[in-house]
T-cell receptor, first 114, second 110 residues
Framework: SQTIHQWPATLVQPVGSPLSLECTVEGTSNPNLYWYRQAAGRGLQLLFYSVGIGQISSEVPQNLSASRPQDRQFILSSKKLLLSDSGFYLC?????????????FGPGTRLTVL | GQNIDQPTEMTATEGAIVQINCTYQTSGFNGLFWYQQHAGEAPTFLSYNVLDGLEEKGRFSSFLSRSKGYSYLLLKELQMKDSASYLCASRLDSNYQLIWGAGTKLIIKP
């Protein structure tokens, strides 16, 4: 069966510090991968998605970036965090190689920027 | 444009039935998802409708009318653990994204 991991679970960072969040998927190959952010009491905002290694599509221009160095690894980064980067970051996967399918979410990382 | 609307919050009584509505205006529509999200947790998949009609899964059912751009999630025999946010999302046939509603927070009272 497929599982998706995210770490860390919680993170408190000062403004201007760098960020690296990691997501890995097990039990599937060539998944579509997604990074979302959810502000408190709000819906899901798609940040990046990837359909393959090295292929990243950005949905929201900002100080965040994403990379996919391996088939089942997706990394979200920032060089300098802003207060507005606080939120709940969710990684998700769906079955790749064809039309979009059900997305399954990792446990999330709660980021607080102070 | 792409838009999905859901009520912000609903309240229901334990043991009762509640219907959560979702209307969408999305070009290239190709299916509608419902997810459940408990506070502080990740969303979990509940149901998917691509054809008109009702899909039943135990206490939960989901309905879709493509001609009306409308879906609902029906929860029966409500339990306290059903207190959560319910997100609807529209699947498009042109890319790998889902268009998400803001979610409906469901509060269950004893």
């Amino acid at each position: 069966s497929q599982t998706i991991h995210q770490w860390p679970a919680t993170l408190v960072q000062p403004v201007g510090s760098p960020l690296s969040l990691e997501c890995t998927v097990e039990g599937t190959s060539n998944p579509n991968l997604y990074w979302y952010r959810q502000a408190a009491g709000r819906g899901l905002q798609l940040l990046f998605y990837s359909v393959g290694i090295g292929q990243i599509s950005s949905e929201v221009p900002q100080n965040l970036s994403a990379s996919r160095p391996q088939d089942r690894q997706f990394i979200l980064s920032s060089k300098k965090l802003l207060l507005s980067d606080s939120g709940f970051y969710l990684c998700a996967w769906s079955q790749g190689g064809g039309p979009p399918d059900t997305q399954y979410f990792g446990p999330g990382t709660r980021l607080t920027v102070l | 444009g792409q838009n999905i609307d859901q009520p912000t919050e609903m309240t229901a009584t334990e043991g009762a039935i509640v219907q959560i509505n979702c209307t969408y205006q999305t070009s290239g529509f190709n299916g509608l998802f419902w997810y459940q999200q408990h506070a502080g947790e990740a969303p979990t998949f509940l149901s998917y409708n691509v054809l008109d009609g009702l899909e039943e899964k135990g206490r939960f059912s989901s309905f879709l009318s493509r001609s009306k751009g409308y879906s609902y999630l029906l929860l029966k025999e409500l339990q306290m653990k059903d207190s959560a946010s319910y997100l609807c999302a529209s699947r498009l046939d042109s890319n790998y994204q889902l268009i998400w509603g803001a979610g409906t927070k469901l509060i269950i009272k004893p």
